[in-house]
């Protein structure tokens, strides 16, 4: 059977930057495993600007940004395997693939990153009821065509979703000279960022419904209408508010949902909360020498965290390879108070510096994130405003950890 | 005008099956259907269930038909290369009235002929269905139960049929029927066919058919069933096919697995005026997730619904399927409701031998093949299977729909083999393509560009279901250059 040291799947950002990092710790033997026939991954259809404030203090597009990454995986000589669709990783690191050159083939990895990304959940998922006529999309659907194969979707569009996919389609389909109706969101708040709102839907007048949602779809063939409803503090429609928008295109930004079929096949439990594996600091899953980072870990917002959490794997990986991962007795859980839903990683391995990334379940003012070890507190920081649509990052220095057997995440008032 | 020895009306899996069975002789036979593709109406839309047949009234059509086409159901699913599992039926009860009624559906399933239907306790349906709710006390068990994918089979048949020499003509919604003492003249809108014999499988059109040769004998109703699919996740979820006890509306809401792995939840059962209206219920979803749960000890989590649909039963008012000739040489299928799905083998055996009695002569084929290549072969073969075929085509190796593992070659086939798929439904009813959990996000794209490649048109003309059901309108600006 074919043997590597590293195999990445995905060629994405995640894959890529967990790539170099990996070759810069003096891993050699690295193969990069892409489904698409270039790499980059969802990068490539977001011909937006916004990427790399933080990575390279410039405002690149998606393919930009990507670009740095994969001149750099170039130079480097870095093997990929593009057109490539991996089957199945099981327990043993045994990774089993597909592509027209090689047929189904098998590779033996002493470590594994997986980088797959997510995907979107679609209208069956909604239930929404109606009929089930074309002109629906998932808003990377609607976007793939628009910038990836030049045609537009649809002319009067209603959007579902405030995240950032629906916002940034609401400002595309205009640009494209389509007319959109509107965008509604389930929530009495929205989930992209605040940049996006002024930028996408502000800026061209594009009405946005908080607290509304489809109700019902219109149209045999092609979509003719959508119905709308305001929804009551459980998030039920509210009859007496539905109202119709006619329309031919209705794009879906319902949520993303890390592409973990892999993962779990490989016998790996999934958080229900993230919808992705558990890690450590290292971003290594329960599976020795298997290791997650970018999208299909947790949902990002920015690009250049999935790039620095790509950094870390990479790392973790080389020195699992190399014999070195840091031996340590103990394991730090770390617990959330609902108010935190979760953290990245879940656990510490190690006896380092930790920098833990976390999302709350609702907009707080006013709050404090409190980290602490049963009674006693370790860390406190104050915040204006903690959203859900905003990932957060608390820094826990080494010293702070000594001793430490459980730690708590909670937002206080 | 092209002749045709036999005309079959409705090209689902009745009159798939119908043609199929007639295409073993030597005869000229033309399948029309209104819609752009086959298996559009009821067809694609039901539970998929071959029932044992405990449920018909003793002496209909349904009983025999249902228990006759449940017994072949197997070797017609090994020739024709579909799936076939059999997965055993339950009808739970929960209290001393289900257990009476439970009691007489064995009487009458023993009656109709339904092998090793029986009556058993709490213990041994929970060895069978580990999940089954704490409150269920004993079942009706039918081990010959069984699940089949109804539009694959109707799919197969009529691929299996044009095989074998006969026609398939789409898009032809059948306007007027002229009769005279030779043969029938049939129009559409655009075009006319003739043909010597006539089999009206029309659905819930049926009737309307019928009154164009002058029967005005039957009516039929579309009874709307809204269903949910859930992940495949959820496939072991139950072994058997769970019903309720039935009521006077139908067999009720049921809960099934797959023989794709999913599992299915539905139908309800609500009387509609319009014909065509398939949307699903908002107050029909709800019931569904309501009422599926109370069977399972387990809650069914509905987040992970793939899609909901809706299909509409063709509703005789004669209480039976119709089975008769209209007139001379024209012969009715119609109100086939449950069990149709697991009557139609023996329905096409049936009706072949009611136009043998209205003169049509049925002379052997020298060289009809009955077998047709199963087209999911690839996605269950070994790895050095599924080299053997990337060997001889390397599109097979090229995964294209992630979610279902389909590869390009298997969605070429469904764009080739008969009958030709010439949409994205057409291709997801083939081959599973779009089926999956993100339901086509990835691989819609793809899909489209291997149609438009292999048909020769263009991208933007590629459509969901045929008609105005476009993916895309126009060129970007930008593309435009």
């Known amino acids: 059977m074919r043997k590597a040291d590293l195999v990445i799947i995905g060629g994405g950002p995640a894959g890529m930057a967990a790539a170099l990092s990996a070759r810069e710790q003096g891993i050699e033997d690295i193969l990069i495993l892409e489904r698409d026939s270039s790499l980059g991954g969802i990068l490539q259809q977001c011909i937006h600007n916004g990427f790399g404030l933080h990575t390279f203090g410039e405002e690149l597009t998606g393919p930009e940004y990507a670009w740095r990454y994969e001149k750099e995986v170039i130079d480097k000589k870095i093997p990929v395997l593009l057109n490539t669709m991996v089957l199945s990783v099981d327990e043993s690191k045994v990774i089993t693939a597909s592509n027209s050159e090689d047929g189904v083939f098998q590779i033996e990895a002493k470590a594994i990153i997986l980088a797959m990304g997510c995907r979107e959940r679609p209208r069956g998922a909604l239930n929404i009821a109606g009929t089930r006529p074309s002109g629906i999309y998932s808003a990377g659907m609607a976007q793939k065509l628009v910038n990836m194969k030049g045609y537009m979707p649809g002319r009067e569009v209603v959007i579902l979703g405030s995240g950032d996919i629906g916002l940034i389609m609401a400002r595309r389909m205009t640009f494209e000279g389509a007319r959109v109706h509107a965008v509604c969101e389930l929530m009495p708040y929205s989930g992209g960022l605040a940049r996006n709102i002024e930028q996408c839907l502000n800026d061209f007048d594009i009405p946005l419904k908080l607290s509304h949602t489809v109700v019902e779809i219109h149209g045999k063939e092609r979509l003719e209408g959508v119905t709308i409803a305001k929804v009551d503090e459980n998030r039920r429609p509210i009859p007496e508010t539905r109202e119709y928008i006619p329309c031919d295109t209705l794009l879906l930004s319902v949520g993303l949902i890390p592409e973990n079929e892999l993962t779990a096949g490989a016998g790996i439990e999934l958080s229900r909360i993230t919808n992705g594996a558990t890690v450590d600091e290292n971003r290594q899953t329960e599976i020795e020498g298997i290791f997650a980072c970018g999208n299909v870990l947790h949902v990002h917002d920015l690009v250049d965290f999935v790039s620095s959490e790509a950094e870390i794997a990479g790392r973790g990986a080389a020195a699992y390879i190399k014999g070195e991962a840091e031996k340590s007795d ?14 990245v990683p879940q656990r510490i391995a190690g006896q380092g510096d930790v920098d833990v990334y976390f999302r709350v379940a609702d907009v707080y003012r006013d709050a404090t994130i409190k980290v602490s070890d049963g009674e006693r507190v370790i860390l406190q920081k104050k915040k204006l405003k903690l959203a859900p649509g905003e990932m957060e990052c608390v820094k826990l220095p080494a010293d702070k950890l000594c001793g430490v057997e459980n730690l708590r995440f909670s937002i206080e008032f | 005008m092209k002749h045709f020895d036999v005309a079959v009306i409705g090209a689902g899996v009745v009159g798939g099956l119908i043609a199929r069975e007639l295409s073993r002789y030597n005869l000229n036979i033309c399948i029309l259907e209104a819609q752009n593709d086959v298996a559009m109406g009821a067809t694609r839309a039901n539970s998929g269930i071959v029932h044992a047949g405990f449920d018909a009234e003793v002496g209909s059509f349904k009983a025999r038909f249902n228990v006759a086409g449940s017994k072949m159901m197997k070797r ?53 269905e580990p999940n089954i709710s704490d409150s269920a006390v004993c079942a009706l068990y039918a081990p010959t139960g069984a699940i089949v994918c109804p539009y694959e089979l109707c799919i197969a048949s009529i691929g299996n049929a044009m095989d074998n020499g006969a026609s398939l003509k789409c898009d032809f919604k059948v306007e007027k029927i002229e009769k005279s003492d030779e043969k029938y003249v049939i129009y559409s809108k655009n075009e006319h066919i003739s043909a010597d014999f006539v089999v009206n499988a029309a659905g819930i059109y049926a009737d309307e058919i019928a009154k164009m040769v002058g029967d005005e004998s039957f009516t039929v109703r579309a009874r709307k069933g809204d269903y949910i699919l859930l992940d495949r996740e959820c496939g072991t979820m139950a072994n058997c096919t769970i019903f309720r006890c039935p009521n006077e509306m139908g067999k009720g809401i049921l809960v099934s697995p797959t023989v794709d792995g999913n599992l299915l939840l539905g139908p309800t059962s609500v009387n509609i005026d319009d014909k065509g209206d398939k949307s699903t219920y908002a107050d029909g979803l709800s019931k569904i997730m309501a009422t599926a749960s109370e069977n399972l000890r387990v809650g069914l989590p509905f987040g992970k619904s793939i899609t909901s649909f809706c299909g509409l039963r063709a509703y005789g008012n004669t209480g039976d399927f119709i089975i008769r000739p209209a007139c001379e ?121 291997l149609i438009a490649r292999e048909n020769g048109v263009d991208f933007a003309s590629v459509t969901k279901c045929g008609g105005e059901s476009a993916i895309v309108f126009s060129k970007t600006k930008g593309a435009q250059e």
Do not use: W
């Open chain 1, 330 to 343: 103990r394991v730090i859980n770390i617990s959330t108070d609902g108010r935190v839903r979760y953290t």
């Open chain 2, 76 to 128: 017609v699913t090994d020739e024709l290369g579909v799936k076939y599992k059999n997965n055993g039926s339950l009808v739970v009860g929960f209290s001393d009235a289900d257990r009476k009624h439970i009691e007489k559906l064995v009487a009458r399933g023993i009656e109709n002929g339904v092998e090793g239907v029986r009556l058993i306790e709490a213990d041994e349906l929970r060895a069978i």
């Open chain 2, 329 to 449: 040489r024209f012969i009715n299928v119609a109100g086939i409701e449950s069990p149709g799905l697991s009557s139609a083998p023996a329905i096409a055996i049936y009706v072949a031998e009611l136009l043998e009695s209205e003169g049509l002569r049925l002379e052997k084929k020298e060289d009809f093949n009955p077998i047709r290549e199963p087209k999911h072969a690839f996605r269950e073969g070994s790895i050095v299977e599924k080299n053997e075929y990337i060997r001889r085509d390397a599109s097979y190796g090229r995964i294209i729909c992630r979610c279902e593992s389909i590869s390009e070659g298997e969605i070429l086939d469904a764009i080739r083999s008969n009958p030709p798929a010439r949409d994205l439904d057409g291709v997801k009813r083939r081959c599973r393509a779009g089926m999956g959990r993100c339901q086509g996000g990835f691989c819609a794209p793809y899909v489209m560009e």
